[in-house]
């Protein structure tokens, strides 16, 4: 009997490639660990760098295998096909071994060689989809799955027939403490300008933007902004010293939600975790979809809140001319940087998980 007990208590949990599929993971591995599972999490080694950026409880394991997107030309798609079959066999070896009674799978290329592996052990197999249409490695391996977990009502691309629970997104931890917390007054409007868990080049064009406002206007804002590149980084600091703007600009935020909490504006990319975590904090944003998101996804996930008055630019339109058009009124009219219509709330996605781990 007690060892029954303690296989049940067993999950693996398996996302990969951006911080948009591992940071949710993570979220649902800590609760379910504090809850007394005993949690697997399988990665790839592209993804073990986000393991350091956020809260990850100690008794959660950590494996790597190998993965590689199945997409492009022949050549690419076989050689992914190879690399992956690999990633399968050694995730084979880790459910050998650790034989759970459930996986969970958050998307990404580097899910598919558990979640392979869940249909080969015959475990049930739970998927979540963080945006607002199912995902490509999801939609491969969604006939296979128990269930699907959605962070949109209404999201697109499901099998017909396919049982699905609406959990929300899961939240980092960390998040939790600036939720209902009132912000530090400021006499300077905070602009906060990230491009998502890899940073986005295109928002550097947004320094000549801030720098062409009036001096006075210039005088009002400080500028937080996330830019990687180290040359970029020290030419739009230049331009904000020259212009009299006050700034910070870093590679990544580690104190992200507090660098949220404090904005009056965001700026960023469309991803589900850009977007719930900013909506949670219930901030005023200016979305911007990377245009070549699969299946134009982060377009569909921002689309979903512009009736409660958040901005959506494409990237298209995402010139000089534009931004300026639609930044400058907001920061001459700073009560327009209040959000008048609340998003409904998403369900306790804990507790959803929770449930369906002990169905």
Do not use: W
């Amino acid at each position: 009997m007690k060892k029954e007990k303690q296989e049940n208590k067993k999950i693996i949990i398996t996302a990969g490639g951006t911080g948009g599929h591992v940071f949710p993971g993570i979220a649902i591995a800590n609760a379910l660990a504090k809850d007394g599972y005993k949690i697997l999490f399988i990665t790839d080694k592209r993804a073990l760098g986000y393991f350091k950026k956020t809260k990850i409880d100690s008794s959660i394991k950590i494996k790597t295998c190998l993965s590689k997107s199945i997409s492009g030309n022949p050549l690419k798609k076989l050689l992914g096909a190879f690399v992956t079959s690999i990633g399968a066999l050694q995730a084979f070896y880790y459910f050998l071994t650790f034989f759970p009674k459930k996986v969970i799978a958050f998307g990404g290329y580097a899910s598919f060689p558990a979640s392979v592996n869940a249909v080969i052990f015959r475990r049930p197999l739970i998927l979540h989809e963080q945006n607002a249409i199912l995902g490509k490695t999801n939609r491969i391996v969604a006939k296979f799955a128990s269930v699907i977990a959605l962070s949109f009502k209404d999201t697109k691309a499901i099998p017909a027939n396919k049982k699905t629970v609406y959990t929300g997104y899961p939240l980092r931890e960390e998040i939790q403490k600036f939720i209902d917390k009132k912000p530090t007054e400021s006499k300077l409007i905070n602009i906060l300008v990230i491009g998502g868990s890899q940073g986005a080049r295109l928002f550097n064009s947004l320094s000549y933007v801030f720098a062409d406002l009036d001096k006075d206007l210039r005088k009002k804002i400080f500028v937080t902004q996330q830019i990687a590149d180290t040359d970029a980084a020290k030419e739009v600091s230049e331009l904000y010293e020259k212009t009299g703007i006050s700034h910070e600009i870093k590679p990544f935020f580690e104190d992200i939600f507090d660098k949220i909490h404090k904005a009056d504006l965001v700026i960023s990319r469309s991803g589900a975790g850009n977007c719930f975590e900013t909506i949670a904090l219930e901030k005023k944003a200016i979305f911007v979809p990377l245009a070549i998101a699969a299946d134009k996804h982060q377009e569909l996930n921002a689309r979903t809140f512009e009736p409660y008055g958040y901005i959506v630019i494409n990237e298209k339109d995402f010139n000089f001319e534009h931004s300026k058009a639609v930044i400058e009124p907001l920061l001459k009219n700073p009560k327009s940087l209040k959000l008048t219509k609340k998003v409904p709330p998403q369900p306790d996605t804990l507790k959803e998980f929770e449930k369906l781990v002990k169905e």
